[in-house]
């Protein structure tokens, strides 16, 4: 190989270390979470942040703890903060990090039957919506059977929308 073409792949190998090295170092970090969801309960979670009303600020073990009440809305004081975060989501009855709800990325559908009964979560999205001059933040996931899947997740879209329209 002539010391040129050498010289080409080593500075683009530099290059892409460099910019992996700034994209991993620079990229947002959020505050790690958990959700502590009531026991039984399935269906589509809203979070609702900066609310002056909101519950209070509150953490476990350094990470955020989002009580999440049973009718699946939680309004609360956190600030969003947008970025990379581990997520845990929990049952009521019990703060235990290893006995976590799975979230299913859509990746995950392929590699499970799709009438299991097994809980899980899914549809994770955060967004914002102008409410007068002011920008509200929230979360939207959905918890529930996956075998259910389809008939919770059509649900979504109107229980989102009815939660940030009575704001």
């Not at 683009?12 to 991993?24: N, Y």
């Not at 409410?131 to 979360?139: A, M, N, R, S």
Request: glycine share 6%; proline share 2%.
């Amino acid at each position: 190989m002539h010391a040129h073409a050498l010289r080409h792949i080593l500075l683009k190998a530099l290059a892409f270390g460099v910019i992996s090295c700034l994209f991993v170092h620079c990229a947002n970090r959020a505050e790690n979470c958990i959700y502590l969801i009531p026991k039984g309960f399935t269906g589509n979670v809203v979070i609702v942040f900066g609310q002056k009303n909101g519950e209070q600020i509150e953490y476990k073990n350094e990470k955020r703890l989002y009580r999440i009440p049973e009718n699946g809305v939680l309004k609360t004081k956190f600030q969003k903060k947008y970025g990379i975060a581990n997520m845990y989501f929990l049952r009521e009855s019990s703060l235990k990090e290893n006995d976590t709800i799975k979230y299913m990325n859509p990746a995950d559908w392929n590699n499970i039957k799709l009438d299991s009964s097994k809980i899980a979560v899914w549809n994770l999205q955060s967004g914002n919506k102008l409410i007068g001059k002011e920008k509200v933040h929230f979360e939207l996931l959905t918890i529930g059977q996956i075998k259910k899947s389809d008939s919770i997740s059509n649900l979504r879209s109107n229980f989102m929308w009815s939660i940030l329209d009575s704001l």
